[in-house]
């Protein structure tokens, strides 16, 4: 006993909880090129991510008593909820500083909430190892994207608030730091095997033909409200940076795709080249 204690005290978390705080209240309103569609790309995709967050730790939090046996899993377990729980304030403060500009983000924050309940509850059945799948399904799309933007230095070049270009390169490290936490906890409880395969693809292509029409609703919704919709030169501008031949979403369809091979698992997409590279250029010494 002694000595699993002495093992919990003494081991390390694969990765840190960082503590930020930005200061959002002079983001400019088209802080992406200057461009309201391609700006509001990346809103439509940080709305789903406070209550997204929450959802992923509570699916870990719910199922984390069944591991006995592995005190490493355990500590990034931890920290897999602090980095969620920080992403989930930033995203959320931003939202709230967003509202000067009149576009009520945090009511499609309330949408992605009532969206999760809804479907988890009708589609999914409410059970835990449901409920993990889809964090585990979620958890590689954002950490794709996330990966995706680490490497794609044009769009970072348009970012032109450097807040927000932190934020989200802050957020895309983290992402990858801690993308194989959830998919390790379902492995570790679940298995391999043919029905926890099944269950994790199945719901990988609701979740992900969800997210998609879901973004598209939010962007969409960000667009009229900002009385941009028939600003069809926008529309043009940002569908091409997105879902071009070269866009940043249709770059990602092999990689997204993978998850439902057999013997997938995240870190089989190496990332450590650009997580090194870019811990060192944000100034992240831990």
Not at 117 to 128: S, V, Y
Not at 148 to 153: A, G, I, K, P
Request: with cysteine; aromatic share 12%; proline share 3%.
């Amino acid at each position: 006993m002694n000595a699993k204690v002495d093992l919990l005290t003494t081991l390390k978390a694969s990765f840190p909880v960082r503590r930020m705080d930005f200061e959002f209240k002079n983001v400019l309103k088209y802080w992406v090129n200057g461009d309201p569609c391609s700006t509001h790309m990346f809103s439509a995709m940080s709305v789903m991510f406070p209550d997204g967050e929450r959802y992923f730790v509570d699916s870990v939090r719910a199922v984390r008593d069944m591991i006995t046996d592995d005190p490493q899993l355990q500590k990034d377990i931890s920290a897999f909820i602090g980095q969620e729980a920080m992403h989930a304030k930033e995203h959320h403060s931003f939202h709230l500083n967003a509202e000067v500009h009149g576009l009520d983000p945090e009511s499609l924050e309330r949408f992605t909430f009532n969206l999760l309940d809804k479907a988890t509850k009708l589609i999914i059945r409410n059970g835990k190892q449901q409920r993990l799948a889809v964090t585990c399904a979620l958890e590689h799309f954002t950490g794709t994207i996330a990966a995706q933007l680490m490497r794609r230095e044009d769009i970072q070049n348009m970012m032109q608030d450097e807040t927000m270009k932190h934020l989200w390169l802050w957020h895309s490290v983290e992402e990858n730091e801690h993308k194989a936490v959830a998919y390790d906890v379902y492995e570790k409880i679940y298995g391999t095997g043919p029905a926890a395969y099944l269950n994790r693809v199945v719901i990988m292509a609701i979740a992900i033909t969800l997210i998609i029409a879901v973004k598209f609703g939010f962007l969409t919704t960000l667009m009229y409200r900002d009385g941009q919709l028939t600003n069809f030169s926008s529309w043009k501008k940002g569908l091409s940076l997105f879902w071009g031949r070269e866009g940043f979403f249709t770059q990602i369809i092999p990689e997204t795709w993978d998850y439902f091979r057999p013997n997938f698992h995240p870190w089989q997409h190496n990332t450590h080249d650009l997580l090194n590279k870019y811990r060192a250029k944000l100034g992240m010494t831990n």
